[in-house]
């Protein structure tokens, strides 16, 4: 370790409007020589003394603590955001990987290989003379300007790799030619979107506004299901950090985060970015690691902390699940499980189908379909927890399918009917803020623990 101490002084940040994309921000008298540090391992300056690491492999937090690693052992003071060290610590794998034979070092490995040649194309050190689709991704020919050697590209972003190369140019083209005549297309391919997303990310670190806000006043108590969701990734950090039990894994996109119990039998999805209306927990349950759903539950985006809380307490007790693979709803289930709401005098209506419990204010309610009771195998939404205007235009919803325990159902139950939570005072408040688009979802990984065999996800 180096004894120098440089005055220099490193702010590394993750991007403000790009998933997985890493700023630095340099002062000190001295910044420039971490300032050359950087560019050479490809950082690009968007502003003085601000540089940024955006690459189409997104393992940008990696490299960057490789980074802070080696400027601090040079002497320059290095301080590293809490979101930053998170991302740094957080495990992840690619979806559906095309080569799932390599260990995460490898996959990284491949990675950068991809990321050079990705390098070289942008800044001219490899001359791409055509492209073409065969059928299942890109594929190109170019040559290398330093060394005069063509080569044959296959694939796109990290998966881009070099699949032969050949003795001359007129040689690599001819063939190329001959393979691809139908498709072939003079040029670079354009840019992907992963492509474009790191050139925005290079090109600027500035940031939307936030409009100045009202103060707002006092949270007021109201019945649990009207309180405020809150922060759903909060609760999401406790549960995992409370609970060593459980092991977490996180896409490379950053916007879903998927937990399973150490049985592999109990799941979580958490989506982050979910909109309110949409799905953003699913929680399943198999008789075993590689059967089919027992049974599978969900929660809106807006469903209200003190809901999630008990539904995460309950998954944390470790029920004995209640339920056997093939056995009907029956009257004792639903009686049991909505013994809170009767106890509650919560209004007991009948309607075709439907059996419906409502509070006492019309603004919160239950629902049994007992159609989709009768088709157990099929995981339909029987159960809907709901609050809101009406059953038609709720705030939120929690569904469940057949099986779900009725021990589980009843705690929800009595969290609706007897529980409190907070929310806003109803004040007028303005915010605006632009921000990105989320990323799409991703495929849902298979947890590293199941290595070599097939594990669903929720």
Known sequence: MSTLSLDAHVLVDTHPTHASAVTAVLTGSQAHIPHVGLEAANWHVVAPNTLVLARIDHEEPYWAEQATQQMAADGVSVEITPGL?????????????????????????????AQTIYDNIRHGRLLIHAHANDGHTTVAVGTYLDTGKSVYLHGENHLRQIADTFDSLAQAVA?????????????????????????????????????????????ETVPAYAADAGDHDALLKTFLDANRDWQKWRTWSDDTTHAIHEDQTLRIERIHDAPAHETAWTVAAYETPVSDRMWVLTATGSTPAPVLQELLDRLADGYDWDTTVGTPVDEKTVTAATQPLTEADWKHTL?????????????????????AAQHPTQNLATWTLW????????????????????????DLAETLAHETGTRPAQTTVRQHTTRRSPTPRTIPLIPPAAAGRAIRTP
């Open 351 to 371: 309607d075709g189908r439907w059996i419906r419990w409502a509070s006492p204010a019309a603004d919160a309610g239950v629902q049994f379909d007992a159609f």
């Open 387 to 410: 609050a809101g205007p009406n059953p038609d235009r709720p705030d939120w919803t929690l569904t469940a399918s057949p099986r779900t325990p009725s021990g589980l159902l009843a």
């Open 175 to 219: 063939a190329f030619e001959k393979a691809h005549g139908g498709t072939l297309r003079p040029g670079p391919a354009p840019l992907t979107d992963t492509e474009r997303d790191a050139l925005q990310a290079r090109t600027s670190v500035s940031t939307t506004g936030v409009e100045p806000t009202l103060p707002r006043a006092e949270p």
């Open 85 to 113: 060290r998170k991302a740094m610590d957080e495990d992840w794998t690619w979806a559906d990987y095309p080569m799932p034979w390599c260990t995460r070092a490898e996959i990284r490995e491949v990675s950068d290989e």
